[in-house]
C-alpha cells in the first residue's frame, strides 16, 4: 500500500512540476514541447532503469548517482545559450518557491524506515531536511512578491537550506547505497530509493529541485542589485 500511495505522489509531483516550469517558461510552444518531450524521455529512461534493477549497481560508481548528476549538467551546458538561460531565470520566483512546497511529503521517508526498508542517518535527514523546506516555503511564498534586502536574505537563508538538504541527502544516499565503494553504513541503506516508486525522486525530482535553487539563487543576486521582485 505505502508503495501504491509513493506512486500516486511521485507522478503526480513529476506532472505538477514538470507542467508548472514549462508552462511559465518564455518560450516558443516549440520548445516547450521540445522540452517536455526530452523530460518525459528522461522519467522513462528513470523507470526503466528502476525496472531493469540497473539502479542497483553500485561500482564503480553508483548508477543512481549518475541520474542525479546528468540533469544538473545538461541544465549547466544549456545556460551557455542566451535564450536558455533567460528561460531559465524568467521563471517566477513564488512560482519555484511553491514547488518546494510539497517536499513535505519527505515525510514518507520516516515511514519506510519504520518498515525497516530504509536506513542509518538517510531517511531522518532527508525526512526532517525536506519537511521544514516544504513547511517555510509557504511564508517564503510571501516573502517572495515583496522587495526589501531583510526578504532577500531571509529567501536566500531558506534556500541554502533546501539545498543543503538535498545535497545532504545525496551524500547520505550515496554512503548508504548497498557495495558502494563510498558506503559507510549497513544495509537497507538506501536500497528503496533505488526501486521504483521510490526511485523517482533521486532521478527526477532532487535534480529538478536542485536546478529551481540554483535559479533561486541567481535571481536573489539580481534582485539584491536591482531592488525589484523577481515575481
Given at each position: 500500500?505505502l508503495?501504491?500511495?509513493?506512486?500516486?505522489?511521485?507522478?503526480?509531483?513529476?506532472v505538477?512540476?514538470?507542467?508548472?516550469?514549462?508552462?511559465?517558461?518564455d518560450?516558443?510552444?516549440?520548445?516547450?514541447?521540445?522540452?517536455?518531450?526530452?523530460?518525459?524521455?528522461?522519467?522513462?529512461l528513470?523507470?526503466?532503469?528502476?525496472?531493469?534493477?540497473?539502479?542497483?549497481?553500485?561500482?564503480?560508481?553508483?548508477?543512481?548517482?549518475?541520474?542525479?548528476?546528468?540533469?544538473?549538467?545538461?541544465?549547466?551546458?544549456?545556460?551557455?545559450?542566451?535564450?536558455?538561460?533567460?528561460?531559465?531565470?524568467?521563471?517566477?520566483?513564488?512560482?519555484?518557491?511553491?514547488?518546494?512546497?510539497?517536499?513535505?511529503?519527505?515525510?514518507?521517508?520516516?515511514?519506510?524506515?519504520?518498515?525497516?526498508?530504509?536506513?542509518?542517518?538517510?531517511?531522518?535527514?532527508?525526512?526532517?531536511?525536506?519537511?521544514?523546506?516544504?513547511?517555510?516555503?509557504?511564508?517564503?511564498?510571501?516573502?517572495?512578491?515583496?522587495?526589501?534586502?531583510?526578504?532577500?536574505?531571509?529567501?536566500?537563508?531558506?534556500?541554502?537550506?533546501?539545498?543543503?538538504?538535498?545535497?545532504?541527502?545525496?551524500?547520505?544516499?550515496?554512503?548508504?547505497?548497498?557495495?558502494?565503494?563510498?558506503?559507510?553504513?549497513?544495509?537497507?541503506?538506501?536500497?528503496?530509493?533505488?526501486?521504483?516508486?521510490?526511485?523517482?525522486?533521486?532521478?527526477?525530482?532532487?535534480?529538478?529541485?536542485l536546478?529551481?535553487?540554483?535559479?533561486?539563487?541567481?535571481?536573489?543576486?539580481?534582485?539584491?542589485?536591482?531592488?525589484?521582485?523577481?515575481?
Amino acid at each position: 500500500m505505502l508503495d501504491f500511495i509513493g506512486m500516486v505522489i511521485t507522478a503526480a509531483l513529476m506532472v505538477l512540476v514538470v507542467n508548472a516550469l514549462i508552462t511559465f517558461m518564455d518560450v516558443s510552444r516549440t520548445s516547450k514541447l521540445t522540452l517536455a518531450t526530452l523530460i518525459g524521455l528522461w522519467i522513462g529512461l528513470a523507470a526503466a532503469a528502476a525496472g531493469a534493477g540497473m539502479l542497483t549497481i553500485s561500482r564503480p560508481v553508483p548508477v543512481v548517482g549518475l541520474f542525479v548528476a546528468a540533469p544538473l549538467l545538461a541544465a549547466a551546458v544549456a545556460t551557455a545559450w542566451p535564450a536558455a538561460r533567460k528561460a531559465m531565470l524568467g521563471v517566477p520566483m513564488s512560482v519555484m518557491v511553491g514547488l518546494n512546497i510539497p517536499r513535505v511529503f519527505g515525510a514518507l521517508f520516516l515511514v519506510l524506515a519504520a518498515q525497516g526498508r530504509l536506513s542509518g542517518p538517510f531517511p531522518y535527514s532527508a525526512a526532517w531536511g525536506d519537511i521544514i523546506t516544504g513547511v517555510l516555503a509557504v511564508p517564503v511564498l510571501w516573502l517572495a512578491q515583496a522587495v526589501g534586502a531583510r526578504n532577500v536574505a531571509v529567501i536566500a537563508a531558506w534556500n541554502a537550506f533546501g539545498t543543503a538538504d538535498l545535497v545532504l541527502a545525496i551524500a547520505f544516499g550515496v554512503a548508504s547505497a548497498e557495495g558502494s565503494p563510498l558506503q559507510l553504513f549497513a544495509a537497507p541503506g538506501s536500497e528503496a530509493m533505488q526501486q521504483a516508486p521510490w526511485s523517482f525522486v533521486p532521478t527526477v525530482l532532487v535534480p529538478i529541485w536542485l536546478i529551481l535553487h540554483a535559479i533561486i539563487g541567481v535571481q536573489l543576486v539580481r534582485r539584491a542589485r536591482l531592488g525589484r521582485p523577481s515575481g
